[in-house]
């Protein structure tokens, strides 16, 4: 007996369940949406990236941040993410509406970064910080970045993102350590990493539960 249209119709049929539910459902419920836009003041949430700061997501990717950082915030009754500080609310899917790649991370050897540009919005301290996060974090792993820094003579005035090098890695007199167009666009998305500071309707603010 020829079973082959029985085979073919059951190949046939397992690809198109594993379609239906892993691309079809998927598009139908998050792959729709739409910013939320106040009414009043016409801002939208959430903000969309600059190019500069999309630049840095993709040196974020490359430089393996996502070993040590997560990016998704737990609900209060999930974890302890909200005691720490990590964000306001816990995230939702529309708060990475605008990510081309979402870096959700699995792996906490360092904070979470979905809320960092809130919680630490200085652009010369992160440009510190990954220069010698050992000095700025007393007692962080954290590995230094300093490939993505430059040093430079200094000719007439110092640069004006010049780093604020501390002690005991301050170039020699004469020089300066300044940021990479890399670093530049990195510490721009990381500024620019505000999910769960705003509020959106499917995730209003929580208490964080002790
Ligand atoms: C080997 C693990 C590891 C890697 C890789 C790593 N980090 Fe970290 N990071 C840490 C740890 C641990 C801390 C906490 C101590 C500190 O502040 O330095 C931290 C802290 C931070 C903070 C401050 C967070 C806060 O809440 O104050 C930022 C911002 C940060 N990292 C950004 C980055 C970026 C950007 C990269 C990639 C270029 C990166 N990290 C790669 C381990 C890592």
């Known amino acids: 007996m020829n079973r082959m249209p029985l085979l073919l119709i059951g190949i046939f049929l397992t690809f198109l369940t594993s379609w239906i539910g892993l691309v079809a459902t998927p598009y139908f419920q998050i792959g729709q949406y739409k910013p939320e836009v106040d009414e009043i003041t016409k801002d939208s949430v959430p903000p969309p990236f600059s190019g500069q700061a999309d630049q840095g997501?993709?040196?974020?990717?490359?430089?393996?941040?996502?070993?040590?950082?997560?990016?998704?915030?737990?609900?209060?009754?999930?974890?302890?993410?909200?005691?720490?500080?990590?964000?306001?609310r816990r995230t939702v899917a529309r708060d990475y509406m605008y990510d081309k790649v979402a870096y959700f991370g699995t792996m906490r050897t360092g904070p979470d970064l979905s809320n960092i540009g809130?919680?630490?919005?200085?652009?010369?301290?992160?440009y510190q910080h990954l220069?010698?996060?050992?000095?700025?974090?007393p007692g962080s792993i954290m590995p230094p970045f300093?490939?993505?820094?430059?040093?430079?003579?200094?000719?007439?005035?110092?640069?004006?993102?010049?780093?604020?090098?501390?002690?005991?890695?301050?170039?020699?007199?004469?020089?300066?350590?300044?940021?990479t167009q890399d670093a530049r666009a990195l510490v721009q998305y990381l500024i620019s990493l505000k999910r769960s500071s705003y509020p959106l309707p499917e995730a209003p603010e929580e208490t964080p539960s002790k």
């Open 131 to 137: 220069y010698q996060p050992q000095v700025v974090s």
């Open 146 to 179: 300093r490939f993505l820094f430059e040093k430079r003579r200094i000719l007439g005035q110092p640069a004006i993102d010049a780093v604020k090098v501390l002690p005991p890695d301050q170039p020699e007199p004469g020089y300066e350590i300044v940021p």
């Open 57 to 88: 997501s993709v040196v974020y990717a490359s430089n393996g941040c996502i070993y040590c950082h997560s990016q998704q915030v737990r609900p209060s009754e999930a974890g302890a993410d909200l005691a720490r500080g990590w964000g306001a």
């Open 118 to 126: 809130a919680r630490q919005p200085s652009v010369d301290w992160h």
